[in-house]
């Protein structure tokens, strides 16, 4: 019996065509699918881990920021200026506020002090609050004094804080006069938060006398300075041998008493404060009573 041979039919363009080959031709071909499947790469399974990751779409804010590339542009160049140092440096429109420059208007000297302790304060007088105490050797800049140059505002150098000395507890290097006259119009003192000024003011005059009266007011427990420091203190602009003369008097009570001549061109004015360890509550204006 004659074997038949395998007929493989191609399709190709709507019609069949008929190809004849020998086993062996189909044994070949059936060898090199074999191995061609033998060579397909199966994919890696998925880790249980990997599993249970639940991938979340991008949002807006986990998006990247996309980086902007800055484009150089020439800056143009500067003309130089000359700016203040500080708000010190005084304005080229004059003001009444005092500065302090490298070439001052008026002198500044230097002083030492001579007793062994010194007490700088808030005034011009010893009956002012105490702000700190100076030893024997200290230096200090003299930035300002009264109209007669008894009492010196000082301030250490490179410091800031002034206060105030009596003029003959320093060596003084130079003129107190050259030096500005700053009370009271340059120079203010701390203002309390806790008071309010001084009522029902009053002067009388005597003669060459006048006597200034306040109504009296008590400080709560702790606001004192100290037992012995003034409770206030007035401040008073009188004539003394044809001169206005800075005469401040510190007062335990309500009522105090100066000598006021007359043969002055200026009119004596005074005003009164009271006086606490935080500051000084005022001032209220004296009446000045007109010389006779």
């Not at 007490?119 to 609050?129: F, I, T, V």
């Not at 003011?201 to 003669?207: F, H, S, T, W, Y």
Request: proline share 10%; hydrophobic share 35%; charged share 20%.
């Amino acid at each position: 019996m004659t074997s038949k041979e395998p007929e493989i039919f191609f399709y190709q363009r709507g019609y069949k065509k008929t190809v004849k080959c020998s086993y062996l031709s189909v044994s070949l071909i059936g060898i090199i699918l074999s191995a061609c499947s033998l060579a397909v790469v199966q994919p890696n399974p998925i880790s249980e881990a990997e599993s249970r990751v639940t991938k979340v779409p991008p949002t807006l804010a986990s998006l990247p920021t996309p980086i902007r590339t800055a484009t150089l542009t020439p800056e143009p160049t500067a003309t130089p200026t000359e700016t203040p140092a500080s708000s010190e440096t005084p304005s080229v429109t004059p003001t009444e506020e005092p500065t302090i420059t490298s070439s001052p208007t008026h002198a500044i000297l230097r002083g030492i002090v001579i007793p062994d302790k010194v007490s700088c304060r808030y005034g011009p007088g010893a009956m002012y609050l105490y702000l700190y105490g100076m030893v024997k050797g200290a230096r200090q800049e003299i930035v300002g004094r009264t109209d007669t140059g008894k009492w010196l505002l000082t301030r250490a150098r490179g410091d800031k804080t002034v206060c105030w000395v009596k003029a003959d507890l320093m060596a003084i290097q130079g003129d107190v006069m050259g030096v500005e006259m700053v009370y009271p119009d340059k120079y203010k003192l701390p203002v309390s938060p806790y008071y309010a000024p001084l009522t029902g003011v009053n002067a009388q005059r005597k003669g060459n006398e006048v006597v200034i009266s306040w109504n009296a007011i008590t400080l709560r427990a702790g606001d004192s300075e100290s037992p012995n420091s003034p409770l206030y203190v007035a401040e008073t602009w009188v004539c003394q041998n044809g001169q206005l003369v800075f005469t401040p008097i510190g007062a335990y009570t309500n009522i105090v008493n100066v000598a006021d001549e007359t043969g002055c061109v200026q009119p004596s004015h005074g005003r009164v404060y009271l006086a606490e360890k935080h500051g000084y509550a005022g001032p209220s204006e004296i009446p000045w009573p007109p010389a006779e």
